[in-house]
């Protein structure tokens, strides 16, 4: 039988996820609707003008919900990131930055969520709302 997100995530850790292990995230956290991921700010994640590449908040971010949304749902179930809207309130050149996600409302085929990333003085650096689907694992007949 294979092993649902969760449970790999439970076993392996960071190693469950290739995006965690190319950006070198690290899990904090996570369950009951919640979670946390760290993720270094290195030089060859910056874009031309010395800046952390947009895209990285947002897909931190996702991570974090997408995690935080499997803490709550059947093993087994799937999701996928429907529509995703990021404010970036500040950038950070250095550090480590935490990436929270927050499961906002959770119905039977949509979720609401919420997501943002800090720098390690707390700074808030953007603010995500994200709807996510909501797949019930397949019965095999």
Sequence with gaps: MEMSYLERIRQQGKDANPFFQLMGIELGTYGSGEAELFMPVRPDMLNGVGWLQGGLFTALGDEAMALALFTVLDEGTGIA??????????????GRIKATGKVVKKGRSIAFMEGYVQSEDGTTLTETKASFAIMPKRQKH
């Design 81 to 94: 990131t429907i529509s995703e809207s990021t404010s970036f309130l500040q950038g950070v050149r250095s």
